[in-house]
């Protein structure tokens, strides 16, 4: 039987098959798994906590662990959920206002509210060890150029690996629906 490897599982304990993995299992080195060894991984807002570099030995490490066909679904917070272009322009827009809000409902934002918001999306780049911004382009780009075949963004809580996401379990649901980009990659 394949193997269904849930990277940084914290809260979001998965039921079997699925083997939901601590920290010991280090992202930023070779995976301990055989070549085409797992159906699918999941690796939900872990890709923010190591540096760019290490992520594309990640991902590559996930196309030798998945066999032929094997889905790797990522989700990550996106900066880029936050902006809307106004001509040539990149503004924020309207849910950045909303993320600070809710943000603000659980950690401290003090200020006007382009100050809070400005603050929240601050936080969210660089706080609770986040290394790496990720945007649903620079991470799909970075999926294919390592030989995934195929990259689809998902909406939270649907795609061919549906019903896997726990986020919502950490922040919330209004919390993890404004920030996940989710995007699932095919072998």
């Known amino acids: 039987m394949t193997a269904f490897l849930n990277f940084g599982a914290g809260p979001n304990q998965l039921p ?14 070779r995976l301990r798994f ?24 990640f991902f590559q490490e996930c196309l030798r662990v998945l066999e032929p066909g094997g889905i790797l ?12 272009t106004d001509g040539s322009e990149l503004v924020l827009n309207q849910a950045a206002l909303r993320y600070a809000d809710g943000l603000g409902r659980r950690v401290d934002l003090a200020g006007p509210l382009l100050e809070r918001t400005r603050a929240a999306l601050g936080k969210m ?4 060890g986040h290394q790496t911004a990720w945007t649903k382009r620079s991470a ?16 939270y809580g649907h795609g061919e690996l549906s019903g896997v996401d726990g986020h ?3 922040v919330g649901p209004e919390l993890a629906l404004l920030e996940s980009t989710i995007l699932e990659a095919k072998k």
């Open 125 to 128: 780049l660089t706080g609770w």
């Open 16 to 29: 079997e098959p699925w083997q939901n993995l601590d920290p010991t299992h280090d992202i930023r080195k």
């Open 140 to 155: 799909a780009g970075a999926l294919l150029v390592v030989g995934f075949s195929r990259v689809c963004r998902c909406e």
């Open 34 to 57: 055989e070549s085409d060894s797992a159906s699918a991984i999941l690796a939900e807002h872990v890709i923010e906590h190591v540096p760019f570099l290490q992520v594309l030995g």
């Open 73 to 84: 679904r990522i989700a990550f917070p996106d900066v880029g959920r936050f902006l809307t």
């Open 168 to 170: 919502h379990r950490d």
